[in-house]
């Protein structure tokens, strides 16, 4: 049974970070990519950062470029996502996913960092920056 879970979501001052966690199960992160994703309140879910699994390439929505940085562990089955200079329009529910198929098109999913694309979604944790 495939399962993706999300923690390390929290109340973060302007400036400050967080490091979220995606901890996999029921599949290898050797083989598939991992995406995050983020939903404001009455705002559509975007994509916000995705590894590749096959040459750890990295991508980045430009609103978090330079403060965010993915990462992943294969040994421990977890990809992260390094969250610094938050602002306050990064409050949002996080979710990680990752998309099924064949490789060539998981990586072009994985580099547009679509939604639509994912099939296995995390159940989400909120980040809410404030002062």
């Known amino acids: 049974q495939v399962q993706l879970v999300e923690s390390g979501g929290g109340l973060v001052q302007p400036g400050g970070s967080l490091r979220l966690s995606c901890a996999a199960s029921?599949?290898?992160?050797?083989?598939?990519?991992i995406g995050w994703f983020r939903q404001a309140p009455g705002k559509e879910r975007e994509g916000v950062s995705c590894?590749?699994?096959?040459?750890?390439?990295?991508y980045y929505a430009d609103s978090v470029k330079g403060r965010f940085t993915i990462s992943r562990d294969n040994a421990k089955n977890t990809v992260y996502l390094q969250m610094n200079s938050l602002k306050p329009e990064d409050t949002a529910v996080y979710y990680c996913?990752?998309?099924?198929?064949?490789?060539?098109?998981?990586?072009?999913?994985?580099?547009?960092?679509?939604?639509?694309?994912?099939?296995?979604w995390g159940k989400g944790t909120l980040v809410t920056v404030s002062s």
């Open positions: 996913a990752a998309p099924v198929g064949p490789i060539t098109t998981i990586q072009t999913v994985c580099a547009a960092i679509s939604p639509d694309g994912m099939d296995y």
């Open positions: 590894i590749s699994s096959s040459d750890g390439s990295k």
């Open positions: 029921g599949f290898g992160l050797d083989y598939y990519p």
